[in-house]
């Protein structure tokens, strides 16, 4: 609630030339500079009964501001909070998902409330469909010489040492896949400040005829994409939803003739599905369909062949492949899994078959957070960044690690004496690797070779795997799931 300058809760007096109005809430006065010979800004003119004469009211697009009622409908005109017109690439739920009512139940009670029967079955169809997969991953925990020096900079503290590892092991194993050369295409999923991107243009170099596009759905601060003015690399930022990104409506992809690399810093929950969605759906079923020359004339008329072609089979004549993919690879760094979505999920027919759907979904992805529950005191004293990541898909802070997300209303701590804390770490994993293992079959059936592997140590970050995939024509022996 604020008040007046003259309120008697107010200290002080505002700075020269700047508002005389206090906000309560942030107990100091406002700063925004005032016209001459006014007291109050034009926010706070209004509140302060400065001009009677005009009043302002809230605005009915965003009503975190206010605005003159006599100036409303200019107002709307340019508000920053007005609905802009959409873009070619914007295709309403193009990546969503079919949604069938009838699967989805229209409640669902919170773990807290089932019995301690319930939660039993629950945990035993956990665990035979778990049977056979190894819950153990591969640690792929790798570097790379681009952000060497960044790592030995003696001005880092612990968080900005914590991004720049699990940077340089992404990057390290991108690299491994063979997926950082010239003319290539990097759509960088969740892309937040950009940084995974920039780190991934520092490494290519001079390398030749390199776009970049970073996906975010929410406006961001402190962007790092604006600093890159190479000649050889264009950077371009994309303010939209996941859910409704047609790739093969941008331009420079619109004529694929640079191969697609996936990328992503913790991707969260449902956004990994969806951006899976966009690459081997929507993307790259749809390439043959845009081009109406068969592909091995293509090919053959193609004079850059070997650098845009890269990924071939051994032996292959003319380094041609076999079955040229538009997506080059993937390599997603997942995060959230208790904010996956049954609708958009890709694992659907791999749940099915195992006898499950939508209502166990929501109970494996809601027991998902327990995979941190021993971490709880660790999570705690950082307060700062778990508050920020309730409400976001990608925030400022770019890190979902330790999920920050021990669901209290799921009732993790009331289960008297049914699971350990070991237990129930165990049993999250198991649902984590259950619904990554959907998405596994999920690129196995759209013609890739998926893995899932460990890419940092859990003291750098508790959401540590890395989704990887190129397609099936990759001789890559570390493509295997």
Not at 48 to 61: F, G, M, N, Q, S
Not at 97 to 120: A, F, N
Not at 135 to 156: E, F, G, Q, R, W
Request: contains cysteine; aromatic residues 6%.
């Amino acid at each position: 609630m604020a008040t007046s300058a003259t309120s008697p809760h107010a200290t002080g007096f505002p700075a020269e030339g700047r508002c005389g109005y206090y906000v309560e809430k942030k107990k100091r006065f406002c700063r925004m500079v005032v016209a001459a010979g006014k007291r109050f800004c034009g926010e706070h003119a209004g509140a302060a009964e400065e001009e009677d004469a005009r009043k302002r009211i809230l605005c009915p697009l965003d009503p975190k501001h206010t605005v003159y009622e006599d100036q409303l409908a200019k107002h709307l005109k340019k508000c920053n909070s007005r609905e802009k017109p959409k873009p070619d690439f914007y295709i309403q739920d193009i990546n969503a998902g079919l949604k069938d009512e009838t699967e989805i139940p229209e409640q669902l009670v919170p773990i807290s409330s089932l019995s301690e029967e319930q939660l039993e079955k629950l945990i035993k169809k956990l665990r035979k469909a778990s049977e056979g997969l190894d819950s153990t991953l591969k640690d792929h925990i790798m570097s790379h010489p681009a952000l060497h020096s960044a790592l030995n900079d003696p001005k880092n503290g612990d968080s900005a040492t914590k991004h720049l590892k699990q940077q340089a092991s992404i990057l390290g194993n991108i690299e491994k896949l063979k997926l950082l050369g010239p003319r290539r295409c990097f759509v960088e999923f969740g892309a937040g400040k950009g940084r995974l991107s920039h780190w991934v243009d520092i490494a290519l170099k001079d390398a030749e005829k390199v776009h970049f596009i970073l996906v975010e759905k929410v406006t961001t601060r402190f962007k790092v994409d604006g600093k890159h003015r190479k000649k050889n690399s264009v950077f371009e930022r994309l303010q939209i939803d996941i859910q409704h990104l047609c790739l093969n409506k941008i331009p420079v992809l619109r004529e694929g003739k640079l191969p697609v690399v996936g990328i992503g810093k913790h991707l969260c929950g449902v956004a990994t599905d969806l951006a899976l969605r966009c690459l081997v759906e929507t993307y790259a079923a749809s390439f043959e369909e845009r081009n109406e020359e068969p592909l091995a004339k293509r090919i053959k008329n193609d004079k850059t062949e070997k650098e845009i072609y890269p990924l071939t089979k051994e032996g292959s004549e003319k380094n041609v492949p076999e079955k040229w993919n538009p997506v080059a690879g993937i390599v997603i760094a997942l995060c959230c899994h208790h904010r996956c979505d049954w609708r958009h999920y890709v694992g659907k027919e791999y749940f099915r078959a195992l006898g499950l759907g939508a209502v166990e979904f929501h109970y494996f992805q809601r027991m998902s957070s327990w995979a941190t529950c021993g971490m709880r005191k660790t999570s705690l004293e950082d307060s700062n960044i778990t508050t920020k990541r309730q409400d976001n898909q990608n925030d400022d802070s770019e890190e979902h690690d330790d999920g920050g997300y021990r669901i209290t209303d799921d009732g993790a701590d009331n289960l008297p004496g049914l699971l350990s804390i070991e237990e129930k770490k165990k049993t999250g994993h198991l649902c984590k690797l259950l619904i990554d293992q959907g998405r596994i079959q999920y690129l196995q059936q759209k013609g890739f070779s998926p893995a899932l592997q460990y890419y940092t140590d859990p003291l750098v970050s508790l959401e540590n795997v890395l989704l990887t995939a190129l397609p099936d024509h990759s001789s890559s022996p570390e493509t295997t799931a």
